[in-house]
């Protein structure tokens, strides 16, 4: 079993939608949950980042999550085309910045 | 305040031959992370340095990889020989922790290509 699941997409929605991505982990040790974005031929780039449970908001973003599930979300609301790209859900035992597990990620596209 | 920098951006040699990636991480920043990823998985830590010193190197895939950072600043991975498995995206990554923060800063990778 993996230790982090994402499903890879292609994800395509209407500009304005609200904007559901998850992953499943199985490693009970995260405590670090991160949520990166990758434009084509970049860098991952950190978006959202909470230390265990709860949720996060930061603009048009929310992150959760539910260590009891081992289900993390992040939701994108008012979707913009410049919202799309590959968003790679990541997590670590020990740090935001430390042996980070990263999900395939899943290809975002926000149709005008 | 400039970011991640990776060299080159695109390699391509043949099996067997060697190549040197670099990264230079953004100044100030003591910890330095090499990852991979290969086509169709997910981007996998190679190994950590805290200024000079490899911190954890459990990613490394086999001998056939070697990562430097002389002095502290920037750092290197050698691959020798290289195989065609070894082909994929290398990322970069540094951070600078702090109480409040321990964000890791990507580079925009090396697309390595092992034909």
């Known amino acids: 079993q993996k230790e982090v699941e994402q499903d890879p997409g292609p994800l395509s929605v209407p500009e304005g939608a609200i904007v559901s991505l998850n992953c499943t982990y199985s490693?009970?040790?995260?405590?670090?949950f991160m949520w990166y974005r990758q434009y084509s031929r970049k860098g991952p780039e950190l978006l959202m980042y909470t230390y265990s449970s709860g949720n996060k908001e930061d603009g048009r973003f929310t992150a959760q999550v539910d260590k009891s599930s081992k289900y993390i979300s992040l939701f994108i609301r008012d979707s913009q085309p410049s919202d799309s790209a590959t968003y790679l859900c990541a997590m670590s035992p020990w740090g935001q910045d430390d042996k980070i597990i990263f999900g395939k990620g899943t290809r975002l596209h926000i149709l005008p | 305040e400039a970011g991640v920098t990776q060299f080159p951006s695109h390699s391509v040699i043949e099996k067997g031959q060697t190549v040197t990636l670099r990264c230079d991480p953004i100044s100030g920043h003591d910890n330095l992370y090499w990852y991979r990823r290969v086509m169709g998985k997910e981007i996998k830590f190679l190994l950590h340095f805290v200024k000079e010193s490899k911190q954890d190197e459990s990613g490394m895939p086999n001998n056939r990889f070697l990562a430097e950072r002389t002095g502290g600043t920037y750092s290197t991975l050698k691959v020798q020989p290289a195989e065609l498995e070894d082909s994929g995206v290398y990322f970069c990554a540094s951070s600078r922790r702090t109480l409040t923060n321990t964000e890791a800063f990507f580079g925009q990778g090396t697309r390595l290509t092992v034909v």
């Open positions: 490693n009970s040790a995260f405590q670090y």
